[in-house]
């Protein structure tokens, strides 16, 4: 009668697998607070070396009130231009869609003059111009929606910088805190720091460079499509090819096929400079990460937390897969997640430290 019923295999996964439904269930329900706080985590990361470097010239209040202070600026400039760029873009969603009936109805007169089959020239038709303007206006009220936001982001981008120097001692100090757990977390903070770093530089560049080629063609709302293609540019493989498509649209509802097609070459020639040359040689040649689970972390979170959740899906898995190694139970989960590279399990490398040290270094 005494006797204890220990669980199984199969019953600890099912335990598993039940609280990690539950887990990201809640997390789906709760996005609309969560998703603010990953914003503002990962922006303070980005800031923090800053803010610690100013506090090395200046007394603590003081480099806070500076990062304060232009963070706020920063922060008003941005929403103010931005904001108007959207609210002009929204209003004129049904003149583009007039034009581009219009240049659809053209495109079908000239196919069907040619007394090409109907199955040949009624393609023109199945573009649904509703249907486009339609996940445009759906698109500005996302990024409205995330703007609208912007002060309780910067609350708490103010508020983690405050409390960034006792931090680590405090965190240090917690009952069972381990040097090598400490370890972990701080190669965790690291690696993302210098990949959002990195990241943001390259999409900065990414958004300056669509400027100035929209100015060039004289497409509207140059600096909206800038700053979606600066934003889109975090979704790895995907998400530089999104960015083209209002672009494009755009051109064509303003001057026609032709100018749209060199709008899609000079995004194509921006991409694949950036993407594929630049990038590799800045960030180095991988992130440690499967491509097959960069793809699927892309589909999760942007599942889970909608299109931010894509937009950090990277840094996001970054901190699954780092954490995953720091224990010996899960560490066969994070060499499954990693790339071709990152293959050998550290037991069997020959010398795991030498190889983050150089990893860092890059």
């Not at 503002?40 to 090395?56: N, Q, T």
């Not at 034009?99 to 393609?123: Q, R």
């Not at 609350?155 to 370890?183: D, H, K, N, Q, Y």
């Not at 190694?325 to 899960?330: G, L």
Request: proline letters at 5%; glycine letters at 8%.
């Amino acid at each position: 009668m005494n006797a204890k019923i220990y669980p199984g295999a199969a019953s600890r996964f099912l335990l598993t697998a039940a609280a990690f439904v539950i887990v990201v269930a809640g997390m789906s329900a709760a996005s609309t607070i969560i998703v603010p706080f990953l914003l503002a985590v990962f922006i303070a990361i980005i800031v923090a070396p800053v803010f610690h470097g100013l506090r090395l010239w200046m007394r603590s209040w003081l480099a806070l009130l500076v990062m304060i202070v232009a963070l706020v600026l920063i922060s008003v400039v941005f929403v103010n231009i931005v904001g108007r760029s959207l609210n002009n873009f929204r209003t004129n969603l049904p003149k583009y869609q007039l034009d581009l009936d219009k240049h659809k109805d053209g495109l079908n007169a000239w196919l069907e003059s040619k007394k090409l089959p109907k199955p040949t020239w009624a393609v023109g038709e199945l573009f649904d111009t509703g249907a486009v303007i339609g996940y445009l206006r759906t698109a500005a009220g996302t990024l409205s929606g995330l703007l609208s936001k912007t002060f309780l982001i910067l609350l708490v981008v103010i508020f983690i910088l405050a409390e960034s120097a006792a931090l680590p001692a405090r965190a240090r100090a917690m009952p069972g805190m381990t040097e090598e757990a400490w370890e972990s977390i701080e190669l965790v903070v690291g690696d993302v720091r210098r990949y959002m770093a990195m990241k943001s530089l390259i999409s900065l560049l990414t958004g300056a460079l669509v400027f100035v080629w929209l100015l060039v063609l004289r497409v509207d709302f140059p600096v909206l499509l800038a700053v979606t293609a600066f934003g889109l540019n975090f979704i790895p493989n995907i998400g530089s090819f999104i960015a083209a498509i209002p672009a494009v649209l755009l051109a064509l509802a303003q001057f026609g096929v032709m100018r749209a097609g060199v709008c899609a070459v000079g995004y194509v020639a921006i991409n694949i400079g950036i993407g594929n040359i630049l990038e590799p040689r800045v960030m180095g040649s991988g992130l440690g990460i499967s491509p097959l689970v960069v793809l699927v972390s892309l589909i999760f979170w942007g599942w889970v937390l909608g299109p931010v959740g894509m937009l950090l899906s990277v840094p996001l898995t970054m901190i699954v897969k780092i954490a995953l190694e720091a224990t010996d139970s899960t560490r066969g989960i994070a060499v499954l997640m990693g790339s071709a590279r990152s293959a050998l399990i550290p037991e069997e490398a020959p010398d795991t430290s030498g190889d983050r040290d150089e990893a860092h270094g890059r």
